[in-house]
């Protein structure tokens, strides 16, 4: 059971994000495709990494190694060549590991469950996630930093967890789902993430979701006050 305060203004979030991400968000070639390899690989090349660093990056691997059989048999210097502009070589390895353990033990292709996903050596819950909501439209919540941002501050929740380690908030995630548009809402929060509700220079003015948080309308009492003050002094 979600708390109050989160089920009240569920519907404002929820309907405030996809419409916002309707007009505003980012177009990429991985957001183009259901194809669960091309998301998958779109995942491993992502990570820690900025969207429009890794859109290079993610075309040249799909167009020489976009399916399980092509990646598996990839030369790895030259795969690793492909990652240094990113500066993590490592990922090559991974990229080439798993996608042997796909041939190995599923033909070739992306499993369609969770718990088949992460027993895959390299696959945690994020990018099991990410593959099981853009690749197969089903209902589960994306939680990266930037996400886990929003919800703390709109939320007020007071942990400080790492985003993959934190239980609560991935359960709130989880609950907070809309019945509907799920991809267009995961993909919505987390542009709002990267865009608006930024780390450093939060973008409240511009920010679908500034009627419901918490963080953005105590900011608002606290300048209020200090007019106030200033104006009575
Ligand atoms: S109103 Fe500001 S702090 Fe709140 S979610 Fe939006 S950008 Fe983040």
Not at 13 to 37: L, M, Q, Y
Not at 54 to 76: F, H, I, P, S, W
Request: charged share 25%; proline share 3%.
């Amino acid at each position: 059971m979600l708390p109050t305060r989160i089920l009240q203004n569920g519907e404002t979030f929820r309907a405030s994000i996809v419409s916002w991400f309707e007009k505003n968000g980012r177009r990429f070639p991985w957001r183009e495709t259901h194809d669960p390899f091309k998301i998958l690989i779109a995942e491993v090349t992502l990570k820690l990494t900025g969207a429009w660093k890794a859109q290079r990056v993610y075309e040249q691997l799909v167009a020489k190694y976009g399916t399980a059989a092509r990646m598996a048999n990839a030369d790895l210097a030259e795969l690793a060549r492909a990652f240094k502009p990113l500066g993590l070589v490592s990922r090559a390895t991974l990229l080439v590991n798993i996608a042997r353990e796909l041939n190995d033990r599923f033909s070739g292709n992306v499993p369609k469950t969770y718990d088949e996903l992460v027993s895959i050596k390299g696959i945690g819950r994020y990018t099991a996630n990410a593959i099981l909501c853009l690749a197969y439209d089903q209902r589960v919540p994306l939680v990266d930093e930037s996400v886990s941002r929003i919800f703390r501050r709109c939320f007020s929740f007071s942990t400080n967890r790492e985003a993959y380690a934190d239980k609560e908030l991935w359960h709130v995630a989880q609950e907070l789902l809309p019945q509907r548009m799920c991809r267009e809402y995961n993909l919505g929060l987390i542009d709002v993430g990267a865009l608006v509700c930024k780390h450093m220079k939060q973008r409240c003015g511009d920010c679908p979701i500034s009627c419901i948080c918490v963080y953005y309308t105590a900011e608002q009492e606290t300048a209020n006050l200090e007019v106030e003050n200033v104006s009575s002094s």
